[in-house]
């Protein structure tokens, strides 16, 4: 069993950034793929970005080059950096584990945690 606990969304303007943190529990994240969600009101949840236990990356076309996902094994923590944010880059951010390689769809990720809003003003 993982416990995911996000943290470090919120209200910034457009051009602006943030870091979000996805804090596990129960399993180091160095030995799992860890994947970032969104949903936008009204939406289907989204891919985002993930990070394999062996460092593969994979990112989405409307995130691609502003927002950077990295992992800090002391703290087993993955880290999403939000750069150069868009109004429409307004959503509910979630972090989800699965055991086994890359994925990018949601129905593939086992655990999730509850998510924290990212709030980007034009």
């Known amino acids: 069993q993982v416990q995911l606990v996000e943290s470090g969304g919120g209200l910034v303007q457009a051009g602006g950034s943030l870091r979000l943190s996805c804090a596990a529990s129960?399993?180091?994240?160095?030995?799992?793929?860890v994947g970032w969600f969104r949903q936008a009101p009204g939406k289907e949840r989204e891919f985002v970005a993930t990070l394999t236990w062996d460092n593969g990356k994979q990112y989405a076309d409307s995130v691609k080059g502003r927002f950077t996902v990295s992992r800090d094994d002391a703290k087993n923590t993955v880290h999403l950096q939000l750069n150069s944010l868009k109004p429409e880059d307004t959503a509910v951010y979630y972090c989800?584990?699965?055991?086994?390689?890359?994925?990018?769809?949601?129905?593939?990720?086992?655990?999730w945690g509850q998510g924290t809003q990212v709030t980007v003003s034009s």
């Open positions: 989800a584990a699965r055991a086994g390689l890359l994925r990018v769809g949601a129905n593939d990720y086992d655990y």
């Open positions: 129960g399993r180091a994240l160095s030995t799992i793929a």
